[in-house]
């Protein structure tokens, strides 16, 4: 069963396969921890730019000026941090911040985070997600084994950059 923690932000039901799909796991041998699920356009723009060039940031922020300027604004936010890459996903293109994505990671027996992709837990998780109708980062071209995520599209595929903007101002309280 997941703590009010993880599950706070996910809509209702994901949130309840969310539960599910960990407690199918633990029933195979592969212990979960949810180390992301609804993830603020703050946190998810400092990853984004941790890997990202001044240039790249400067590009995105004029690209989405006039269409995203609450986008815009958690952008500037961030700092390139000349970091590892972490996602190619803008703030408000990730279903992290529509409360419908998580990310989980496998604990060893003794408790440690496992996060080689290659660990048999991994395909497990991703079974089981699939099963429950959610869709696996595990599948994708650029593998992320520790996503998963209620809807197939992505959110691009459904809401144009206006209606992104407005949805992570209203829900994030932006000022």
Known sequence: MLTKVAVR???IPFGHK??????????????LRVIYGTRHPRVQAALWAQSRSEE??????????DKAPTIVQYIKEAEPLCGRWAT????GQSWHQWGEAVDCCILNTVGQAVWAS?????SIYAEEAIRLG???GALWRS?????VQMRKESVRDIFSWEKIDSAMKSQFCFS
Not at 88 to 91: D, K
Not at 118 to 122: A, I, L, T
């Open 56 to 65: 790249e940031i400067s590009t995105a922020i004029a690209t989405l000026s």
């Open 9 to 11: 932000g996910l809509v």
């Open 143 to 147: 593998k992320d084994s520790v996503h």
């Open 18 to 31: 969310v539960e599910e799909l960990i407690s199918n796991c633990q029933a195979r041998g592969v212990n």
């Open 118 to 122: 290659q660990h048999p837990g991994y």
């Open 88 to 91: 190619n996903l803008l703030p």
């Open 134 to 136: 959610l869709t696996s």
